[in-house]
C-alpha cells in the first residue's frame, strides 16, 4: 500500500508544479493584446499631439529649454525675454529656474535633435509616458497573474483619457508615471534577486524622480513604508547594507543639489495662515476627491474592490496552476496600499496652498499613484472576471468599458463635464482648433512690430506670447519694485521689465480681469517723455473671439475636449489693446 505523502511534499510538488506551468497571462496571447495596447495608447497620444499651443506651465518649460540651448545652462533670460513668472518668484537672484531641472533637459535634449517646436518639446515626454506603459505590463504580468486582471488592469492605464492627456504635456507629468513604476519594478527586483545592482538602480530612480519634481519624492517614503508593512523580513539582517547603500546613493545624488540651489525655497507660495493639521487634512481629502476626479480611482470600483476583498479573503485558491479570483486579493490590498500611502505622505508634505473658491488639488501630483491604482483596479476586475464564467466576464468586461469611456463610474465630475470621455477625447485630437494663446500670437504676428513690447494679463499668460513670438516682440512691465531679483542685474539686461519704467505698445487682455482697469489706469497715467510731459491712451483694436481661459490643460475637471464655445464674448473672450498718443 503506497505510503501518503507528507503535507510538506504536497506543497512542494504543488509550488513546483506551479512553477512549472505558468499562468495563461504568460502566453502569447496575452503579450499580443498588450502590446496592442500600447500600440492603441502610442496611436491616442501621438494623434494631434501639436494641435494646440502650449499653455502657460508648459511654455515655462519650453522657454527655459530653449535658453539652455542658447546659453548652456539653466537661465530665465535668453538675451531678449525673461521669463518673470508672478514677479520673477520662479527665479533665485542669479536668473536659475528654482523648479526641479529634469523635465528642462527632457524637452531642450529633444529640441536640440527636432528644433524648436510644439511637437518637439511634448515628444520626449510621451515617449517617456509609453514606456511607463512597458514597465507597468512587466509589473503586473508578475503581480497579477490570474487570468485577465493584469489585461484589465493595463488597458485601464493605457486607455484612460486622463492618463493620456497627461503623458502629452510638456511637463514632468510623464516623468511622474514612469519612474515611480520603474522604482517599484527594480524593487520587486531586489526582493527576488537581492542582487546589489538592482538597489543601486533603485537609488538612481529614487534620484531622478527628486529631479524630476522634488515634492514627489515622497513617493520613495511611501515605498519604504511599503515594504515594512508587507515585506520587512525579506532580507537578512547581513543584507541590510545593500538597501542603505540605495538609500546612500540617491541622498548622494540629491542632497548637495538641495544645499547649493536651496531647493527647499518657494517663494511663489504664500503660505495659508490656518492650523497645519487642518490645513493638510484638507488636503488629502481634496486628493482622495481628486483621484475619483480624474478616474485614476473611480468610487465605485473602490467600493466593489472593497467588496470583493472582504469576501473572497477567507476563501481558499482554486488548487490549479492559474488559481482563482482569491489569489488577487494579496496584490489588490498591496497595491491599494501603496498608492493610499503615497496620497497621504503627498498630503502632509504638499506646500500647495488652500486657494478660496478653489475646492480640489493639484491633481497633477497624483500622477505616480495612478499605475497602482490602476492595478487595484485591474485586480478588482479580475476577481469579478473569475467569480462566473459568463456573468462575471460580462460584468468585468463592461465595468471596464465604462471606466474607460465614461465618468458614469466617478459620479462626482462636475455637471458640465462630458460623460463620453475616450469619445470625446478621440473627436479632440482628430480635429485641431484654435485657443487663446494660438489667436494671440496669431494676432502679434500680424500686427505687431519687431522688438514691440507686449503685456499680457494675467500674469501667467504672458508665457506662450514669449514661446512663439519672443523672437520678434519683447514680453515687458513683467516686474514691479517688490520683486526680489536684484535692481541692479535687471537693469544690466536693458530689458523693458520694470512696469514703473516702461509703457507697452500692446496690452491683451486675456478676460475681462478685475485687474484690467488698474492697469489701463496705470499705463495712462501722466509721465514725463522725450520732449515733455505726455501721456498715452490705450484703445480697444481688435477682439479674438475664443475664450480667455485655455482649456487643453489634462485635469479632466476643467479640460473642454475641444473649443470651448459657451462663453460670454463681452467679458470671457481676449482683448487688444494698443497704445496711441
Not at 87 to 106: E, H, K, Q
Not at 349 to 365: E, F, H, M, N, W
Request: glycine share 8%; aromatic share 12%; charged share 15%.
Amino acid at each position: 500500500m503506497m505510503a501518503k505523502a507528507s503535507p510538506q511534499v504536497v506543497s512542494t510538488t504543488a509550488t513546483a508544479t506551479a512553477k512549472s506551468s505558468p499562468p495563461p497571462a504568460q502566453g502569447p496571447r496575452p503579450w499580443r493584446l498588450a502590446v496592442g495596447l500600447i500600440a492603441a495608447a502610442a496611436v491616442l497620444g501621438g494623434v494631434g499631439l501639436d494641435h494646440t499651443y502650449l499653455w502657460d506651465d508648459e511654455s515655462l518649460v519650453g522657454i527655459i529649454a530653449s535658453n539652455l540651448l542658447k546659453t548652456g545652462h539653466l537661465t530665465g533670460w535668453d538675451g531678449r525675454n525673461l521669463l518673470a513668472f508672478r514677479n520673477g518668484a520662479l527665479l533665485d537672484d542669479n536668473l536659475r529656474p528654482i523648479n526641479s531641472p529634469l523635465d528642462f533637459y527632457v524637452a531642450a535634449g529633444s529640441m536640440a535633435l527636432l528644433g524648436k517646436s510644439t511637437f518637439a518639446v511634448r515628444l520626449p515626454f510621451l515617449l517617456a509616458g509609453l514606456a511607463a506603459l512597458g514597465v507597468f505590463w512587466r509589473l503586473v504580468r508578475r503581480e497579477l497573474p490570474t487570468g485577465p486582471a493584469g489585461l484589465y488592469a493595463l488597458a485601464l492605464l493605457a486607455l484612460s483619457p486622463a492618463y493620456l492627456l497627461n503623458i502629452r504635456q510638456c511637463r514632468y507629468y510623464a516623468l511622474a508615471a514612469l519612474l515611480p513604476v520603474a522604482m517599484f519594478w527594480a524593487y520587486r527586483r531586489c526582493l527576488d534577486r537581492g542582487r546589489l545592482r538592482y538597489f543601486l538602480l533603485l537609488g538612481v530612480l529614487t534620484a531622478l524622480l527628486f529631479y524630476a519634481n522634488y515634492l514627489l519624492a515622497v513617493f520613495a517614503v511611501a515605498l519604504a513604508a511599503y515594504h515594512l508593512i508587507f515585506h520587512r523580513h525579506s532580507w537578512p539582517l547581513r543584507q541590510l547594507w545593500k538597501p542603505a547603500a540605495a538609500a546612500a546613493l540617491a541622498a548622494a545624488g540629491t542632497a548637495p543639489y538641495t544645499l547649493v540651489y536651496h531647493a527647499w525655497r518657494r517663494p511663489d507660495v504664500v503660505p495659508d495662515q490656518i492650523p497645519w493639521l487642518t490645513h493638510h487634512g484638507i488636503l488629502l481629502w481634496r486628493n482622495l476627491l481628486g483621484l475619483n476626479f480624474q478616474t485614476y480611482l473611480p468610487w465605485m470600483l473602490a467600493l466593489l474592490g472593497l467588496v470583493l476583498i472582504l469576501i473572497l479573503r477567507r476563501r481558499r485558491p482554486v488548487g490549479t496552476a492559474e488559481g482563482g479570483p482569491a489569489t488577487l486579493v494579496r496584490p489588490a490590498v498591496q497595491w491599494a496600499t501603496l498608492g493610499l500611502l503615497y496620497v497621504v505622505l503627498l498630503s502632509a508634505a504638499s506646500y500647495q496652498p488652500l486657494v478660496k473658491g478653489i475646492d480640489t488639488a493639484d491633481v497633477r501630483y497624483l500622477i505616480p499613484a495612478a499605475p497602482f491604482f490602476a492595478g487595484f483596479c485591474g485586480a478588482v476586475l479580475g476577481m469579478l472576471h473569475g467569480l462566473h464564467r459568463l456573468w462575471g466576464r460580462l460584468a468585468a468586461g463592461a465595468l471596464l468599458a465604462l471606466a474607460v469611456c465614461t465618468t458614469a463610474l466617478t459620479a462626482g465630475l462636475p455637471s458640465s463635464k462630458v460623460a463620453w470621455l475616450l469619445p470625446a477625447y478621440v473627436k479632440e485630437i482628430s480635429h485641431p482648433y484654435p485657443t487663446s494663446y494660438s489667436k494671440a500670437c496669431d494676432f502679434l504676428e500680424l500686427h505687431a512690430q519687431r522688438d514691440d513690447v507686449v503685456l499680457a494679463i494675467p500674469d501667467f499668460c504672458n508665457y506662450p506670447l514669449m514661446f512663439y513670438q519672443g523672437d520678434r516682440v519683447r514680453m515687458g512691465c513683467l516686474l514691479n519694485e517688490n520683486t526680489h531679483l536684484p535692481a541692479q542685474k535687471i537693469r544690466q539686461l536693458h530689458a523693458p521689465l520694470q512696469g514703473g519704467e516702461n509703457f507697452p505698445d500692446w496690452l491683451i487682455a486675456f478676460g475681462a480681469q478685475p485687474e484690467l482697469k488698474q492697469y489701463m489706469d496705470f499705463f495712462s497715467r501722466p509721465h514725463q517723455g522725450l520732449n515733455g510731459p505726455t501721456r498715452y491712451q490705450y484703445r480697444l483694436v481688435q477682439r479674438l473671439d475664443t475664450v480667455w481661459l485655455d482649456q487643453s490643460r489634462p485635469e479632466l475637471e476643467t479640460h473642454s475636449f475641444g473649443p470651448f464655445k459657451d462663453y460670454d464674448p463681452r467679458t470671457q473672450a481676449v482683448y487688444v489693446y494698443q497704445k496711441t498718443p
